[in-house]
């Protein structure tokens, strides 16, 4: 098992002010650092990454699409900047060193048809999602397709629909992952959520109801770490949670109050969770 930090807790693009905070995470324990990749200069992610790999951390890598490049888009020309994007994102992944890219780039997070998925989206998502697997084993980058939740996108919501998905895109560079937040809204069994997709399971966020710090809300972690014991997991484990850092991200996180002391501290207390549950049953 490896456990990481998303740092979307921090910054949206993170930059050298940084890095003393990663250093800290290091310190703490962690074994790596999800980063988020919306800046596509690869120049910079090349020398952030020879930064991280001196501090002996690993990393994975999150991104998102948009409406203007929404790969289950009608129009061909914004699927084909979808999948373009996608790409230039394992470009900047490869610089960096990222293992796994996570997210729901499948389609654009917060647009909405105002009805479920249509087969046609559901084949151009497919089709997108194939020809990005594709550069992925290219460039040797993993690929963790995320759903979320009902609220957020439209394609993807529960992880049996992201299993189906990816055995359908059908190429060993793409597989899912499974995130507990959002299986806390949508799953009725989270048990069986995580069976249903366990052979093409890859990464695993953990995340509480509030966003906050994981094992201080709601969400039924015991079933949660129960079950991924069972299916013999045993890839990353990411606290992912939001705060009021940046205000861009709290407001597309919809994050309005502060529900947590400091973020390092929620990254400790997350790391400590997530190191005693693992010790009580792997």
């Known amino acids: ?90 470009d900047c992944c490869a610089a960096l060193g990222a293992e796994t890219l996570v997210g729901p780039y499948h389609s654009a997070i917060g647009y909405f048809s105002g009805a479920g998925p249509t087969a046609d989206e559901w084949k151009w998502g497919v089709e997108s999602m194939r020809q990005v697997a594709e550069y992925a084993g290219d460039v040797d980058v993993m690929l963790g397709v995320e759903a979320l939740n009902r609220f957020e996108c439209y394609l993807l919501n529960v992880h049996k629909d992201s299993a189906k998905f990816v055995r359908e895109v059908n190429h060993p560079n793409c597989k899912m992952m499974y995130d507990t937040f959002h299986s806390n809204i949508e799953e009725a069994d989270m048990a069986q959520a995580i069976r249903d997709c366990a052979d093409v399971l890859h990464h695993v966020h953990i995340s509480e109801n509030n966003r906050a710090t994981p094992g201080t809300g709601h969400v039924d972690f015991d079933t949660n770490f129960d079950a991924l014991k069972e299916v013999g997991y045993d890839g990353w484990m990411v606290v992912e949670a939001f705060g009021l850092a940046l205000p861009e991200i709290a407001a597309a996180t919809k994050i309005w109050r502060k529900m947590f002391d400091t973020e390092l501290q929620l990254a400790k207390d997350g790391l400590a969770f997530m190191k005693q549950e693992v010790a009580k049953r792997w």
């Open 1 to 90: 098992m490896k456990f990481g930090m998303n740092l979307l807790l921090w910054s949206g693009d993170p930059d050298d002010s940084l890095l003393p905070v990663i250093e800290e995470l290091k310190a703490a324990g962690f074994d790596g650092v999800e980063i988020p990749l919306f800046n596509l200069d690869v120049d910079k992610w090349t020398k952030y990454g020879e930064k991280i790999k001196a501090m002996d951390l690993k990393c994975t890598a999150v991104t998102v699409r948009n409406e203007e490049d929404n790969p289950i888009s009608p129009d061909a020309a914004v699927r084909a900047k979808g999948v373009e994007l996608n790409k230039k994102t394992l």
